[in-house]
């Protein structure tokens, strides 16, 4: 006999199903237009980008039996540097800058994905989709979606952490936490910086417990999470004494590499990520009671990066950290824009939802804009590299300002050994002295040490002017080329000398673009 209940499962099972569809065709849509977004936009290679891949092309190189990386690349990389640049590096063997920059979409895309996950959970899934499209079409995640550092994966990492830790109350205490001090250990791994927000993801995950198996377990499972978590990082940098030189360089101890006021740093902040920190700071005050302590967890995570920027006076990097909060203020933000139009709720809801759409497409104008500057924010060095390319051999010495950008379009032609920078230079002259710092790069040049001098008056100007003299005297070196070069700062060149008993140039033709 036909039960009641059996009579209204293939009906439930149709709104289920129409559900999902109604999910997934936004999600898609969501989706779709932050990838477009990204990859419209263009420019070479910035300076981060080729140390990351170039050092990961040599990792992968030496794990299929070709010369140990002797570089001590982790005393400045802000992360483990056999982790994101070993995976960097294989897709940029596989197919160049470009492959190297969608691993970054494709961690980008999961990230928006955790944040519809995270916010269904707390929330509902209108405020999910919501939270999602406005934290897409943010011009500092369009941009980090087409840019190959650890950023991108590191987020991607505490994202899947936070997933997991707001969905601690479905699963057992210890197996949650082990996953999520897993999964943090990754994300600290990819980049210390990470660290800064481990604390907020240990904190979601013991509060979620602590609802459904009391206050012993919540304990418990934040301690393992958070050892499991800083484990992680301690056993490398037990082992290899070059991480924990990286680690307090580049993070604990940092020192700004161009110091700004506090409160332009506060004011370019606010200009990145201001608009979804003040609707998540509303999605606080309608939260109310029941979900007082989350929100509070999630609006104080949003302030971490910021405030690190401020304190340090350090300007660099602000707009990529910046994502960091975004992510955490997004869920608040999108219940805040739901509650406020009131979707989901009478008989007008379609036409809130358009109003909404509108508003996320205004946010989107405004973010692909955004974006559109931070990737001109370095110059486009193609044409410096076809001038490069008719100079350098496989011998010989050159000194480069951001040298590591003509290293990794170059890798093919000159080896690692043959690069100088201008940040650090021991020199001996013919006297036998041994000198460092300006002194030394001085003596290199009036004794001729360099084949190739590529200087831009850039982060390095102090030291340009320090040591140009040399090179403008005419006794070893001549002026060969000055190429321009644009930025959203204003334009410039670079200046290319070749010392004088340097045959003429040759068009090597093997430059990795």
């Known amino acids: 006999m036909t039960t009641e209940v059996e009579l209204k499962r293939p009906l439930l099972v149709q709104h289920l199903e129409i559900g999902r ?64 640049p070993l995976l960097a590096g294989i897709a940029d063997s596989i197919g160049g800058l470009e492959a190297a920059r969608l691993l970054s979409l494709g961690f980008m895309l999961l990230v928006t994905l955790s944040v519809y996950l995270v916010t269904a959970r707390l ?64 994300a600290i791994a990819a980049k210390f910086a990470a660290l800064l927000l481990t604390p907020s993801v240990v904190a979601i995950l013991s509060w979620q417990l602590l609802r459904k198996h009391g206050w012993k377990q919540a304990v418990l499972a934040g301690a393992l999470a958070g050892a499991i978590a800083v484990t992680g990082l301690a056993v490398p940098a037990l082992l290899d ?21 506090r409160i332009a740093i506060a004011e370019r902040a606010a200009l990145l990520a201001g608009g979804l920190v003040l609707l998540g700071g509303i999605g606080l005050i309608l939260a109310g009671r029941r979900g007082l302590v989350v929100a509070l967890v999630f609006l104080g995570s949003t302030l971490l990066a910021p405030a690190y920027h401020i304190y340090k006076m350090e300007i660099v990097s602000l707009q990529k950290h910046v994502v960091f909060s975004l992510f955490f203020a997004a869920p608040l933000a999108g219940y805040a824009v739901t509650r406020m139009s009131g979707i989901g709720q009478g008989r007008f809801a379609n036409r809130r939802w358009i109003i909404v759409l509108a508003v996320c497409l205004l ?30 051999r496989p011998s010989g010495r050159y000194l480069a300002e951001e040298m590591e950008v003509p290293r990794y379009y170059l890798q093919n032609t000159v080896a690692f050994w043959q690069w100088n920078q201008l940040y650090w230079f021991y020199y001996t002259d013919k006297q036998g002295r041994q000198l460092s710092g300006v002194h030394a790069y001085k003596a290199a040049i009036n004794e001729g040490y360099f084949n190739l001098v590529i200087l831009r ?21 001549e002026l060969i080329a000055q190429v321009p ?16 008993d340097e045959p003429p140039g040759i068009d090597n033709r093997t430059a990795v673009f």
């Open 21 to 84: 569809l109604a999910t997934a065709l936004p999600m898609l849509a969501i989706l779709a237009l932050q990838t477009i977004a990204s990859l419209s936009l263009r420019n070479t290679a910035f300076q981060d980008e080729a140390l990351y891949l170039y050092a990961g092309r040599q990792y992968f190189n030496f794990l299929r039996g070709g010369p140990p990386v002797t570089e001590p690349y982790g005393q400045y990389v802000a992360g483990l540097p056999y982790f994101y």
């Open 123 to 186: 929330y509902s899934r209108s405020s999910a989709l919501v939270a999602a499209a406005l934290f897409s079409v943010q011009g500092t995640v369009l941009y980090l979606g087409h840019f190959a550092t650890f950023d991108a994966l590191c987020l991607f990492l505490l994202a899947l952490a936070t997933v997991l830790a707001v969905r601690a109350d479905w699963q057992s205490w210890w197996g949650t936490a082990t996953a999520v001090g897993i999964v943090l250990a990754l």
């Open 241 to 261: 004494n070059n991480v924990l030189i990286g680690l307090t360089h580049t993070t604990t101890e940092r020192v700004a590499i161009i110091p700004t006021s």
């Open 363 to 392: 946010v989107f104008s405004v973010g692909s804009q955004q974006a559109g500057e931070l990737f001109h924010e370095w110059p486009n060095t193609q044409a410096l590299m076809n001038v490069l390319l008719t100079q350098v």
């Open 457 to 477: 008056y850039g982060p390095n100007v102090a030291t340009d002017y320090a040591i140009d003299s040399g090179l403008k005297s005419g006794a070893h070196y």
């Open 485 to 500: 070069e644009t930025t959203i700062f204003g334009s410039g060149s670079y200046w290319v000398w070749r010392r004088k």
